[in-house]
């Protein structure tokens, strides 16, 4: 790995191929959860991978080369979306649905369906979502990466949340109520 970074360090376009096709596939399925399609998935791959080469220089542990790649794609995909996020006031926003989905219904539910629901999310939704509950983000680093408040992120989560269940519920029919 660390022949690889000093060559793309280099700007060396046989370790840069290397590394895009070591990491692409991986990259690519994160990004297609905070994309809204598959286009937009590759845009922000290939704009992340750009990112990468440029900033390859700030790598200083090989170990640490697939959690930096990762945190590039991310923002990556928030700067993306930034800009087109219109995120609503604490106040503006609907109370949370009080439904949670049954295990049947995530026993049933594949990995692309689950993916395809949360890109059916709203931008500004789907970003809190993916943040909090797949990359693992606290509120408050939350709202200081999207630029909103953390009541606002909070209550985008479950808005978020309460859509993702009532479209479980939608297709499987399976829900009950807390």
């Not at 690519?28 to 990112?51: M, T």
């Not at 930096?68 to 995120?87: G, P, Q």
Request: include cysteine; charged fraction near 25%; proline fraction near 2%.
């Amino acid at each position: 790995m660390e022949i690889l970074i000093k060559g793309c360090k280099k700007n060396d376009r046989k370790s840069q191929k290397e590394l895009y096709d070591r990491f692409s596939s991986a990259m690519y399925g994160l990004c297609i959860q905070y994309a809204s399609n598959e286009e937009d998935a590759r845009d922000v791959l290939q704009e992340g991978f750009i990112k990468v080469f440029n900033k390859i220089e700030q790598v200083q542990n090989p170990q640490a080369l697939p959690g930096w790649i990762r945190k590039v794609m991310i923002n990556t995909a928030l700067e993306k979306y930034r800009s087109h996020m219109a995120l609503k006031r604490i106040d503006e926003i609907s109370p949370e649905i009080n439904a949670e989905v049954s295990n049947s219904a995530f026993e049933n539910l594949t990995a692309g369906e689950l993916v395809e629901l949360i890109q059916g999310l709203s931008p500004k939704y789907r970003m809190v979502f993916n943040l909090y509950a797949i990359e693992g983000y606290n509120h408050k680093e939350i709202s200081e990466m999207l630029g909103i408040s953390e009541g606002t992120s909070k209550s985008n989560l479950s808005r978020a949340r309460g859509i993702l269940q009532q479209r479980i519920t939608t297709l499987y029919g399976t829900a009950f109520v807390r």
